[in-house]
């Protein structure tokens, strides 16, 4: 889709220039919908990826539940399959997560592929719900994988990806302040900073 194409290059061209601030806001004259939709693929293709690179140390063994420290823990349900909360290891708990959104981004009538085609009334709802759910994702890697992370020397770059993920998560208020929580210590400056 040629829109998307066009948009997702104004993402790629701006995040070179190093203010993410820019990079987050809603280009002149676009749909905010559409813009929604492109930055919900592309972070969802940064987490899979980031947390793709830890997949061999987040093991059921090692990390039983999903948790973002010992206060936050994170159960299972989409609403469909799995009606109540389930508790599920955090690799078990991903694996869910990035299935079910797949699901969203593939379902036409939520994430319409054709130029043009109108956006479901509560798609800024099933949006906050795919934000909300990553940022667990993020939650988890710098609670029990950060030490993996500076191994692997992969800080700076989940630092600049969880950056742009909170700005433009702030940017269009998808995620409740209490969400994020597990990870306020890290939040806090990046707001103060833009």
Known sequence: RTQGMKLKRHIDATLGSGNLREVVRLPVGEDLNEWLAVNTVDFFNQVSLLYGTLMEFCTPATCPTMSAGPKYEY?????????????VSAPKYV????????????????????????FPPNFR???????????????HIYHSHFQMILKLQEEAHLNTCF???VLFTSEFQLIDRAELAPLSELIEPIWRGH
């Open 75 to 87: 159960r299972w349900a989409d609403g469909v399959k799995i009606k109540r909360p389930i508790e």
């Open 95 to 118: 694996e869910y997560l990035m299935d079910w959104i797949e699901a969203q981004l593939d379902e036409e009538s939520i994430f319409p592929q054709k130029l043009g085609a109108p």
């Open 125 to 139: 709802d099933v949006a906050k719900t795919i934000f909300k759910r990553l940022f667990r994702v993020y939650a």
């Open 163 to 165: 950056k742009h993920f």
